[in-house]
C-alpha cells in the first residue's frame, strides 16, 4: 500500500495487491519516453473486497474510485483514474485502462478488457474475453471483440462458425 491512499471501513485487501502505484503515463521527449508523475490518490470506499495480486493505480490528479460494496477478483488491473461505480463485479484476470469509469452493479467476466477513457453503464454485463473499445450503455449483456450487444455478437459469431462451409 502506497502512501496517501484512502481506505475507508470494512476493507478487505488479499495479499500481495499493490494500490496506489503510479499509473502508467509517458510523454514523448526528445526521442525517449518521459514518466508523468502521478499526484492523486486511491479512494476505496466500504464493504469493498480486493482480491490477490491486484493493481489499483493512483491517479494522476484527482483520486481513482473503487466504489462501495465492489468485488475485486484476484489479478485484476485498474489503471489511473478509473471511478468504479457500487457494487460492480470485477472477475479474475479484468483489466481497465486509466480514466474507465463504471456505473453500479457492473460486471466485467474474466480476461474483459476495458479501453482507456470508455463508460460501461449501470448494470451492464460484459462477458469473458470481451474487448471494449466505445461507451456501452447499461442494462444489456455484451460480448466479444470488439464488444457488441449479445444478441448481435452471437448471429456474428454463429455466422463466422459457418464460414468453413461455403468452400
Keep these: 500500500l502506497y502512501s496517501d491512499i ?3 471501513d470494512h476493507v478487505t ?18 526521442g ?5 508523475p502521478h499526484y492523486g490518490t486511491v479512494r476505496i470506499c466500504s464493504d469493498v473486497e480486493i482480491g490477490a495480486s491486484t493493481t489499483i493505480d493512483r491517479a494522476k490528479v484527482g483520486e481513482t474510485l473503487i466504489g462501495q460494496g465492489t468485488r475485486i477478483d484476484n489479478q485484476v488491473m485498474i489503471g489511473h483514474n478509473c ?3 457500487r457494487h460492480n463485479l470485477l472477475v479474475s484476470q479484468v483489466g481497465l485502462a486509466g480514466s474507465v469509469s463504471t456505473g453500479d452493479y ?3 467476466a474474466g480476461q474483459v478488457g476495458v479501453a482507456d477513457h470508455v463508460h460501461l453503464g449501470d448494470r451492464a454485463i460484459v462477458a469473458a474475453q470481451a474487448g471494449v473499445k466505445h461507451d456501452i450503455p447499461g442494462g444489456e ?13 452471437s448471429r456474428q459469431l454463429a455466422a463466422i462458425r459457418r464460414l468453413p462451409e461455403l468452400r
Design 32 to 36: 525517449g519516453h518521459q514518466r508523468i
Design 6 to 8: 484512502i481506505i475507508e
Design 13 to 30: 485487501i488479499h495479499a500481495s495487491c499493490v494500490i496506489g502505484a503510479d499509473g502508467f503515463g509517458y510523454r514523448f521527449v526528445n
Design 83 to 85: 471511478q468504479i461505480g
Design 106 to 108: 457492473v460486471v466485467c
Design 141 to 153: 449483456t455484451y460480448l466479444g471483440n470488439p464488444a457488441g450487444p449479445m444478441a448481435e455478437a
